[in-house]
C-alpha cells in the first residue's frame, strides 16, 4: 500500500515539473515575439506621435542620472508688474547737482565751483523745446549754478523756474533736445495704505543713479513738522504720504510710482535714527501738481498776510499764562502774537494786537504757529477775509481780517 502511494507521489511530481517547464519556454517565446513586434512598430508609433524617441546625441536623464547634478545655463524672460513699472518711468528720473562757489585758497578771493550736494528730479513736461523737471527746495537751496545728470551720464545746465522753501518744491528747466522719457504723473487721491510703491532716486549721490526699490504705501496722512530756522519752534507742516521703501540721502526729489508706472508721488525725507527703518515720506502727487502750476507761472507761491509772527502758547512758561496773558483755565493751546501789530496791517485794521491769544481761524482750532500759516497757504488767496478768534486780557473776542498779498522779503 505504502509502495504505490510513493509511486503514484512521484509520477505527479514529475508531471507538475514538465509543465512548469513548458509554461516558462512559452513565455520567454511570447516574450520575444512581442519584443520584436515593438521593435519594429517602434518608428511608426514614434511619427504617429503616439510616443516620444530619444533621439541620437540627445541628452537622456534615465541613460546618464547624473546629467541633472550640474547646473547649465537658462535664459528665462522675467515680466512683472514691477519691471514694466519700473521700465516706464526710470528714464524719467535724472540727477539734480547743486554746485556753489569757494575760494580757492585764504590768501585771494579767487573763487571755483564747488558740488555742495547731489539729489534727484522727475521729468514730468517736454514743451516747446524744454523739458520741466520736479525736484525739493532743499535739493536746491543756496545753489549758485544747477546741472542735471541724464540716465546716460550727459549733464546739461539747468534754470530755476520757481521755488517754494515750505512746499519744499521746486521747478527747473532744461534744453529737451536729449531728453527721451517724460513720467506720467498719477492720482494720489486713489492710493489705499498697503498698495505696491517704487522709490527710484539717486541714493548717495550719482554712484548709485537710479536705483529702484520697493515696499508699501504705509499711510496716506502723514503731517511732518518743519523747523526752517531751527528755533525750536516748528514753522510748517507738511503733509506726506508714507511708505517703507527704501529711501536715503540723495533720493530727495526723486519718483515714487504705483504698479502702472506713474508718479503718485516726489520722495522728500526720510526719519534716520538708529534703530529706525522704514520710514520714508513722499509729496502727494495731486498736492504737487496744484503747486508746480503756480511755480511755473508765477515763479512763486502767493501766499495770503496776515501780518502776525506766531508763537506757540504751549512754547511760553505757564507762568505767563496767569500773570501776563490772563487766560482762563480752558485755553491750552493757541498762538501768541509776540510782534507789535503795525497799524496799516491786515491784523492791524482789523484791532488786534501784541500778546493776544489766536486760537481759532473760520472757526477751526489754531494750536500752533505752523497750522496758522499751512491754513492761510492752503485755505485763503490774497483779498479773502478771515475770522479770527482770539482771547485778550481773559476775554474771547473775534475780528474779521482782510488778508493781503505777503510782502516781498
Known sequence: MG??????????????????GRTIMTSVTSAVIGGMVVLLTLPTLSNAGYINMVKPGASNVMSNPTANLFA???????????????????????????????????MNSNTQDVEQGEGSGVIFEKKNGKAHIITNYHVIDQAQ???????????????ILGADMYADLAVLEIDGAKVSTVAELGDSSTLQVGEPAIAIGNPLGMKFSRTVTQGII???????????????QDDWELD???????????????????????VIGINTLKISKEGVEGLGFAL????????????????????SYLGVQPFDLTNVPRYNWKETLNLPDEVQAGV???????????????????????????????????????FLTLNKKPGDSVEVTYYRDGFKKTANVKLTKTPEQ
Open 3 to 20: 509502495f504505490y502511494d510513493d509511486l503514484t507521489h512521484v509520477e505527479r511530481k514529475n508531471r507538475r515539473g514538465a509543465g512548469v
Open 72 to 106: 547649465k545655463p537658462v535664459s528665462v524672460r522675467v515680466d512683472t508688474g514691477t519691471v514694466d513699472a519700473v521700465k516706464k518711468v526710470e528714464n524719467a528720473v535724472v540727477g539734480v547737482i547743486n554746485i556753489g562757489r569757494s575760494r580757492t585758497n585764504w
Open 145 to 159: 549754478k544747477l546741472e542735471i545728470a541724464l540716465p546716460t551720464g550727459e549733464k546739461v545746465e539747468a534754470k
Open 218 to 232: 504705509s499711510s496716506l496722512e502723514r503731517s511732518m513738522p518743519m523747523d526752517f530756522n531751527e528755533d525750536g
Open 240 to 262: 506726506v504720504l508714507q511708505t517703507d521703501a527704501a529711501i536715503n540721502p540723495g533720493n530727495s526729489g526723486g519718483a515714487l510710482v504705483n504698479i502702472q508706472g506713474q
Open 284 to 303: 502727494p502727487i495731486n498736492d504737487v501738481k496744484a503747486i508746480v502750476s503756480e511755480l511755473m507761472d508765477k515763479g512763486k507761491l502767493e501766499r
Open 336 to 374: 501768541v502774537i509776540q510782534n507789535e501789530i503795525g497799524k496799516f496791517s491786515p491784523a492791524g485794521e482789523a484791532g488786534l494786537k501784541q500778546y493776544d491769544v489766536i486760537v481759532k481761524l473760520d472757526g477751526k482750532e489754531i494750536n500752533t504757529g505752523a497750522q496758522l500759516r499751512k
